[in-house]
């Protein structure tokens, strides 16, 4: 009897212990961080740099990582090259084309104006509701796309949303 009545009270001691350190020990870490801040918490000035304690980023951040040349590039101020509108039959790559039928008014339009807009195909297995879907259809084809920037744009977006997620 008396075995478990030390095992009570030594069980006692110890939890009230534990306790009393846990509710107060955030307290004491504080108190002790600020004591020793206190003692070496000297200030400290910058030796380095300009005489008026600007620093530059040389006595910072030390040497680059990596070296960039500017290479120069000279482009003209008028493409010289290309076509002139409008084109004729032989000048057109792919009129032939047996993947994209093209009726007469869109052969002439493309002869005209260099391009045509084509609608939608009515085909279930060629109906697309992303841009991306349509250049990858065209993608091992021989068909050439006009690559427009909002699309690009649009994908942009598409990627950045998925990688918010």
């Known amino acids: 009897m008396k075995k478990n ?12 212990t534990l306790m009393l350190s846990a509710c107060n020990l955030t307290n004491l870490i504080s108190q002790k961080i600020n ?5 070496t918490g000297e200030p400290t000035v910058a030796t380095e740099g300009k005489p008026d304690g600007d620093l530059n980023a040389e006595s910072v951040y030390g040497s680059a990582f990596a070296s960039y ?11 010289e090259g290309g076509y002139a509108l409008p084109l004729s039959d032989d000048q057109v790559v792919g009129l032939d084309n047996e993947d994209l039928p093209l009726s007469d008014a869109q052969r002439q ?20 509701t992303e841009f991306y879907q349509l250049y990858e259809s065209f993608r091992y084809s021989s068909l050439p796309v006009f690559v427009t920037t909002d699309s690009v744009f649009h994908v942009y977006h598409l990627i950045f949303d998925k990688m918010l997620r």
């Open 109 to 128: 339009a493309i002869l005209t104006n260099g391009f045509v807009v084509l609608p939608p195909a009515s085909d279930p297995n060629k109906i697309y």
């Open 69 to 79: 040349e500017i290479q120069q590039v000279n482009l003209p101020d008028v493409f």
């Open 35 to 39: 004591e020793e801040t206190l003692i």
């Open 5 to 16: 009545r030390f095992w009570v009270w030594a069980s006692g001691i110890i939890v009230l």
